[in-house]
């Protein structure tokens, strides 16, 4: 602040500078001080990392200006692609309750129940995690249910399997197509000594299956 009201009073850089008894002095407090605001902040930043472990995914600057607007929740949306995997935004109600996620391709998951934000950034995206997990093991329960019921029906391998389709996430309903297929192969191998003619009927199958997924 004197350095600065000298420069106000006497704009001439050889003057201020002639004056080295102050500059001296003054500088190597105030590069001090900046050396232990510094690690006051790495420290802080370093806090933070550790208490929400993904946040090593983001640089410094990124992380600051995340904790810069921890009362707006919105402020996470251009990092959320680097802390998680492939989730590209947030929607948020009127009450700034998360209610879903987007994918970078569009596709969307409504969470099973509003999330509330917080002003401690850590606290509700630690919550917003735990939550999206919950609604996975939900939409996966769902899927293994439909599955199950599936199995048996030959019409499902030919007209069913696009319903299927567009009724889960997109990863959650190829992990069921590989789960079925998984079970047809265990069929296909434990009947095989009594049926030589289930390893062309469990094909003929599959070939239809893929035959409704290039189709659609």
């Not at 500059?23 to 933070?48: A, E, F, W």
């Not at 208490?51 to 919105?74: C, K, N, V």
């Not at 692609?81 to 009127?94: C, E, G, H, K, Y």
């Not at 029906?153 to 069913?160: A, G, L, M, P, Y």
């Amino acid at each position: 602040q004197k350095i600065m009201k000298s420069v106000e009073e006497g704009p001439n850089l050889v003057k201020i500078t002639a004056n080295g008894e102050m500059l001296s002095n003054m500088l190597p407090h105030l590069r001090t001080y900046l050396d232990l605001c510094q690690k006051s902040l790495v420290g802080y930043i370093h806090n933070k990392r550790v208490a929400f472990p993904r946040f090593f995914f983001l640089s410094d600057a990124q992380l600051l200006d995340i904790l810069g607007h921890g009362t707006d929740p919105s402020s996470i949306q251009p990092h959320l692609i680097n802390l998680t995997a492939n989730v590209m935004a947030l929607t948020f109600d009127s009450r700034n309750h998360v209610v879903e996620w987007m994918s970078s391709e569009g596709e969307s998951v409504r969470l099973l129940n509003a999330m509330p934000t917080d002003p401690d950034i850590v606290l509700w995206m630690s919550r917003f995690l735990v939550s999206m997990r919950k609604t996975l093991r939900f939409i996966c329960a769902r899927m293994y249910e439909e599955i199950h019921r599936c199995f048996e029906s030959d019409s499902f391998w030919t007209t069913e399997v696009s319903n299927f389709m567009h009724s889960f996430p997109a990863q959650t309903a190829l992990l069921g197509l590989q789960m079925l297929w998984t079970q047809d192969c265990e069929t296909m191998l434990l009947s095989y000594r009594a049926d030589k003619m289930v390893v062309g009927s469990k094909l003929k199958r599959a070939k239809t299956m893929l035959d409704a997924l290039v189709q659609m």
